[in-house]
């Protein structure tokens, strides 16, 4: 049994709570937050031990660090230095800029602890099919793709203190296209070049919208459109392949719907799946690798490195 702590109890910690529950060989024993309400809120949920401080969670395996984004770098990286906690869990994306990012490993690798993004759309049933037939060179060629994250993110989301601004935030790319940056990445290799322009229609700090063009030294390229500005609800994330020997459209709440197969033999999987949230099935696949100690599952920090040069460029 791996002993989880969570540092930071906000939006995104009810689907750590909920994946880690699902796995009987996980234990949430720790939730801290700065606001002690709401760490007890989610000790009684998950009957863990509730502090208001961060350096209080010795005694764990692991610790995810959930807090506003702005915020990952110093916490991840004082979290290394100061507790004994070996693995750390970094909610996307790890850093806004790379020379934090930079930094945040270094100091981590010498502490003697591990690094772990979280990237769980990587581990979406479809997403790891279409990787494994690139990667076997089933589709041939992939020409060229078109990835577009349609979402939307009403004004009492923005009201959160740190949401919406340039410290702590960072804007769409970051908060929910972050995701699709690193599947691009997972699917296609090392970035060659990319241009992009984003725009604030809503007045924030931070973009809303963004629309990037990007090519891949494979010689892949394509375009990855991102925006938070959608009519009352998310609409869709949606991924084409235009290929060699294929065309493939992917669409729903979380890619988990196939829209259009037609490969060259390769008969259209039967992976399709329902979820009830916008985050899909990836952090249920995600502890599984954590009780596993499948490390090499996650993104490498290169990966990582490169995907938050992409959004920073892109994003100030």
């Given at each position: 049994?791996?002993?989880?702590?969570?540092?930071?109890?906000?939006?995104?910690?009810?689907?750590?709570?909920?994946?880690?529950?699902?796995?009987?060989?996980?234990?949430?024993?720790?939730?801290?937050?700065?606001?002690?309400?709401?760490?007890?809120?989610?000790?009684?949920?998950?009957?863990?031990?509730?502090?208001?401080?961060?350096?209080?969670?010795?005694?764990?395996?692991?610790?995810?660090?959930?807090?506003?984004?702005?915020?990952?770098?110093?916490?991840?990286?004082?979290?290394?230095?100061?507790?004994?906690?070996?693995?750390?869990?970094?909610?996307?994306?790890?850093?806004?800029?790379?020379?934090?990012?930079?930094?945040?490993?270094?100091?981590?690798?010498?502490?003697?602890?591990?690094?772990?993004p979280v990237y769980q759309n990587?581990?979406?049933?479809?997403?790891?099919?279409?990787?494994?037939?690139?990667?076997?060179?089933?589709?041939?060629?992939?020409?060229?793709?078109?990835?577009?994250?349609?979402?939307?993110?009403?004004?009492?989301?923005?009201?959160?203190?740190?949401?919406?601004?340039?410290?702590?935030?960072?804007?769409?790319?970051?908060?929910?296209?972050?995701?699709?940056?690193?599947?691009?990445?997972?699917?296609?290799?090392?970035?060659?070049?990319?241009?992009?322009?984003?725009?604030?229609?809503?007045?924030?700090?931070?973009?809303?919208?963004?629309?990037?063009?990007?090519?891949?030294k494979n010689g892949t390229v394509?375009?990855?459109?991102?925006?938070?500005?959608?009519?009352?609800?998310?609409?869709?994330?949606?991924?084409?392949?235009?290929?060699?020997?294929?065309?493939?459209?992917?669409?729903?709440?979380?890619?988990?719907?196939?829209?259009?197969?037609?490969?060259?033999?390769?008969?259209?999987?039967?992976?399709?799946?329902?979820?009830?949230?916008?985050?899909?099935?990836?952090?249920?696949?995600?502890?599984?690798?954590?009780?596993?100690?499948?490390?090499?599952?996650?993104?490498?920090?290169?990966?990582?490195?490169?995907?938050?040069?992409?959004?920073?460029?892109?994003?100030?």
């Amino acid at each position: 049994m791996k002993k989880i702590a969570l540092i930071g109890c906000g939006r995104i910690s009810n689907r750590h709570i909920e994946a880690i529950q699902e796995n009987k060989n996980l234990k949430i024993e720790i939730v801290c937050d700065k606001n002690l309400e709401k760490a007890e809120i989610a000790a009684d949920i998950t009957g863990a031990r509730a502090t208001s401080d961060m350096f209080d969670i010795n005694g764990v395996d692991i610790v995810s660090v959930l807090t506003p984004s702005g915020k990952h770098p110093v916490h991840t990286a004082l979290i290394a230095e100061q507790t004994s906690v070996p693995i750390i869990v970094t909610e996307k994306p790890v850093s806004l800029t790379v020379r934090e990012a930079l930094e945040m490993f270094g100091r981590v690798e010498a502490a003697g602890k591990r690094l772990i993004p979280v990237y769980q759309n990587r581990y979406n049933p479809l997403v790891q099919f279409i990787k494994n037939a690139i990667d076997e060179e089933k589709l041939g060629k992939v020409y060229t793709y078109i990835c577009n994250v349609l979402w939307n993110r009403r004004d009492e989301y923005f009201s959160i203190d740190w949401h919406g601004t340039r410290q702590l935030d960072g804007g769409v790319l970051y908060t929910q296209g972050s995701h699709y940056v690193d599947m691009l990445h997972y699917f296609f290799g090392e970035l060659d070049r990319f241009h992009g322009l984003g725009g604030s229609l809503r007045n924030l700090e931070v973009y809303d919208t963004i629309s990037t063009v990007m090519s891949f030294k494979n010689g892949t390229v394509g375009s990855l459109n991102a925006t938070v500005c959608t009519y009352k609800k998310n609409y869709a994330t949606e991924l084409t392949l235009i290929a060699e020997r294929g065309t493939i459209h992917l669409t729903g709440t979380n890619l988990n719907t196939i829209n259009h197969w037609d490969v060259e033999g390769l008969d259209k999987p039967d992976l399709e799946f329902h979820i009830n949230h916008e985050y899909g099935k990836g952090h249920d696949f995600m502890c599984e690798y954590f009780v596993n100690e499948q490390w090499d599952m996650f993104p490498s920090k290169d990966d990582i490195l490169s995907g938050i040069r992409v959004m920073e460029k892109l994003s100030y």
